[in-house]
């Protein structure tokens, strides 16, 4: 609902989270619809047996790093000049279809900016000039919040490190007597309440403490490039205001951990977890070496530039259920019905990790071509449907798009591998001939220690899948794909459509967890190893493992190498 029609209805009496609840549920029954409608009949099947999921959904999955900050540093009034500025450079040259796309956009992000500061102006708040003090700096950042969470309808989105930069504000003020400890600390208090009603502004129950719509993340502390760490003392007042705030509008905290964060810090970090559960914790040694020092975090989602990247979604795929698909020729197991054409029918009665392994990486291939074309088809719709504005206004004018694709399962599929190879796996079938359940009798390395060759060949299986993704001839906006491991709800979710695996997993359970310290960072820049063998074949130390079929086999390979 827009800005504007939400202070309407305030004025006429009339409340805008009831409306903005049904308005927001008749879009996205009606987003759907036309997103559904505008598919191939093969993505339509696997999305309805549960292989891809997540996809099409009418929510703004985009622009999740808006920089918030640039509102209250420079003002609406420049943003809309810059964007001016762009726009009048793209007179030149041919009209092609990208040079539109790129006209449109700026146009509307204009629009957009133009909207937010009479919206503003409405309420006697001039956004349009920098601010001039904390308290102007807090108002801005928070209309400009509260602006990108009712454009993206809800969908979770961190703050752009709101603290560091407020308080130079708080600062200041302090400095020139305007402002005592207690008033900076009060300010912080109203802040952390204004951004927890995002969440009823968007949709959310009010009762409701979990979900997804409108969840705020604000991230503090981690190290800059020359080592100092970027600990505030708005930092403590935000952790301080946790204790203070209500359950149902906490807003969720990331610290970016490193070792160099001074000993209190860590400390009272540490005694506001303990308390509150409202804190969680991110290896800033690892991000910050693919992102530098100016980054965000998500619920779940790759880090980013704050203002460079954007995050376009590209929903979940199954990778376990890909390995049943793998043994039973593409038909699904839960429901008889042929998905996955022309990989040819299984019939052994004990899995051969040398077949499985080849039929896992069409598999793959499949799902990745069929990826790449629902992300292409809903980002398209969803930019004529639904186009995130104001988000992308803050952002730089050519930043880069991120393809986040969320893999389901893969803890199975690294386990279900390693039994596989190591162990002796029988298939029992139904009586219409699909595997549905597995026999090991052998003991096999599963996943869980840090180092281990299963926990590699999953790092090895995203490469691979990731390698697969960016192998597509064509992908909307030149976003760059990235894997990213599914959460814990996630993995829930998915076992549901899943049957027996051959790791021991049952059907229908939840998959386990899989993530380490770097999941998120080499999800953004994190080199796959090259699909080459040894070209002498000598054997050594240090010798590249041989040549092997497939790109799944050689991750294995490669995996194993690595770990012996």
């Given at each position: ?20 609840m ?20 093969q ?8 292989l ?20 209250a ?22 009209f ?8 449109r ?15 503003a102006?409405s ?8 601010a ?10 928070t ?6 969470a ?23 003020d302090?400095?020139?007597?305007r402002?005592n ?8 208090d ?12 968007c949709?959310?129950e ?15 502390a ?13 930092s403590f ?11 149902e ?18 400390n ?20 910050r ?5 100016d980054?965000?975090v ?9 203002g460079?990247q ?10 376990a ?9 593409g ?22 990790y ?20 629902a ?8 930019d ?11 952002h730089?004018s ?35 001939g ?7 009798d052998?003991?096999f ?58 790791c021991?997993?049952?059907?229908g359970e ?9 999941a998120r ?8 190893p090259?699909?080459r ?15 092997c ?16």
């Open positions: 609902m827009p800005l504007a029609l939400r202070v309407a209805l305030r004025a006429a009496g009339v409340s805008s989270v009831q409306v903005g049904a308005g927001i549920d008749q879009s996205r029954t009606g987003g759907r619809r036309q997103f559904l409608e505008a598919h191939a009949p993505i339509t099947a696997a999305r309805e047996a549960g891809l999921h997540g996809m099409p959904e009418p929510l703004s999955r985009c622009a999740v790093a808006a920089d918030c900050r640039r509102v540093l420079y003002g609406v009034e420049f943003l809309r000049s810059l964007c001016r500025q762009h726009l009048r450079a793209l007179n030149e040259g041919p092609t279809q990208e040079l539109m796309q790129q006209r956009s700026l146009s509307e992000q204009m629009l957009a900016l133009e909207e937010l500061r009479d919206v102006l309420q006697e708040v001039d956004i349009g000039r920098p001039a003090n904390a308290h102007e700096a807090v108002q801005w950042m209309l400009a919040a509260m602006a990108v009712g454009e993206c309808g809800g969908a979770a989105f961190p703050m752009a490190r709101a603290t560091a930069f407020l308080d130079i504000y708080i600062q200041r302090m400095d020139e007597g402002l400890e207690p008033q900076a600390q009060a300010l912080i109203g802040w952390l309440l204004k951004l927890g009603n995002l969440r009823l502004l949709g959310a009010p009762g409701e403490v979990d979900g997804d719509a409108a969840t705020l993340l604000e991230c503090i981690g190290m800059s490039q020359d080592g100092q760490p970027l600990v505030t003392r708005t007042r935000w952790l301080h205001a946790l204790h203070r705030c209500p359950a509008r906490m807003t969720t905290v990331a610290v970016l951990w490193s070792s160099g964060l001074p000993r209190a810090f860590r009272f970090c540490i005694d506001v977890a303990r308390e509150c559960g409202a804190v969680r914790f991110e290896n800033d040694t690892g991000l070496r693919h992102c530098g020092d980054y965000v998500g619920s779940f989602a790759p880090a980013l530039r704050i460079q954007v995050l376009l979604d590209a929903g979940h795929v199954n990778l259920k890909a390995l049943l698909y793998a043994i039973n020729g038909v699904d197991e839960e429901n008889g019905v042929l998905v996955v054409r022309g990989l040819g029918t299984f019939w052994g009665d004990e899995l051969e040398d077949d499985v392994v080849r039929r896992l990486d069409r598999v793959l291939d499949w799902l990745a071509a069929n990826c790449v074309n992300f292409n088809n809903t980002h398209f719709l969803h004529r449907l639904a186009h995130a504005s104001l988000a992308l206004a803050l730089d050519d930043a880069e798009h991120v393809m986040a694709c969320t893999v389901d399962g893969l803890s199975a599929l690294a386990d279900s591998l390693s039994a596989i190879r190591y162990a002796r796996e029988q298939v029992l079938r139904n009586e219409d699909l595997v549905v359940d597995f026999k090991v052998e003991p390395p599963t996943c869980g220690r840090i180092g281990g060759v299963v926990d590699e060949i999953a790092h090895a299986l995203c490469d691979v899948f990731a390698r697969k993704l960016r192998a597509q001839p064509f992908i909307y906006r030149n976003a760059h794909p990235v894997v990213v491991p599914a959460s814990t709800a996630a993995n829930a979710s998915a076992g549901r459509w899943t049957g027996s695996m051959p021991g997993r049952r059907v939840a998959f386990a967890p899989w993530s380490t310290d770097e960072g080499w999800s953004v820049a994190h080199p796959a090259d699909h063998g040894s070209e002498s074949g000598e054997s050594g130390e240090n010798s590249e493992p041989e040549a079929a497939t790109p799944v086999a050689y991750a294995y390979a490669y995996a194993e190498a690595g770990c012996h």
